[in-house]
């Protein structure tokens, strides 16, 4: 039995589709067990009630998410290790490879936490994900013109399925414990060229306008997104100009095949655009 955190979201709602295909048992955690709208096969349970017995009674792996178990996930993963869990992946962040940047940081603290629960554990650290390029829908449903402080800035943007495919391989073989693998797509993209192939799939001519960084920056704030977070993205997409982004050989090595290209995630994602 698995229970996923953050299982409606863009990461874990194919970790639980991943292991429902596996024909593994899934709760699947959720602050609206109602609305959820899960696949059939896994069993959505109150964010609320993780650390209960009902939810934690059989579970030998755990899905962490951040955001979820914000304030007490040390209590929460010794619920879990009394309860007989065994292993944790994580969702972390490549960011936390350059530590002293206030994202790296968070899920830096955030990975000590689950290693010091002598729990096993798997510590993803994905760079961009791809969905994240479904903030300029509104702008392309209008005028068709993205508006981005650095067009020409590089990026290595990971499908969400593939970093769900590495969690459940975490989970299903004993490959992956003890380490922190890096996961990127398996292309470099400038943002414009992002846009361009987003056009391609809905069918439409998209271009993408140059604004200034710190319009971007109050746009970013917010949320999660503290200003010293917006600093830090807007700096590593300022370096990224005219730089390739690096290509982590670890998602192709793991899942045995390349990792899902922008160009598939656009055409996945073509009615979210249109
Ligand atoms: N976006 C990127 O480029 C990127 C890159 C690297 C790492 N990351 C990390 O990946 C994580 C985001 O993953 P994701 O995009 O899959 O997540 P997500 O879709 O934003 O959220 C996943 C689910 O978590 C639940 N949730 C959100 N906020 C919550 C809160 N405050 N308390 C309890 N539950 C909450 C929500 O489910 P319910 O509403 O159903 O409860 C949501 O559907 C973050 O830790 C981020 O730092 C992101």
Redesign the pocket.
Known sequence: MYLI????????RHVVTGLVAANEPVRA????PAA?GLPAGAAAVA?ADAAADATLDGVTGVFV????F?GDLPGFLAAAKAHGVKRVVT?????SVSPGNP?GDH?LALERQIEDSGLEWVHLR????A??TLAWAGQIRGDGVVRLPYPDSHTNAIH?RDIADVAVRAFLTDDLVGARPVLTGPESLRQDEQVRLIGAAIGRELTAERIDAKVARDAMVGG?VTEAMADWMLEAQAEMVDNPAPISPETERILGRPGRTFADWAVEHAADFA
Not at 5 to 12: F, I, L, R
């Open positions: 955190a953050g299982a409606t979201g863009n990461v874990g955690l959720t602050r609206d959820a964010t998410h951040a955001a979820v914000h969702l972390s962040s490549l960011a994202i899920h994905p760079g961009a994900f969905v994240n969400e999660f």
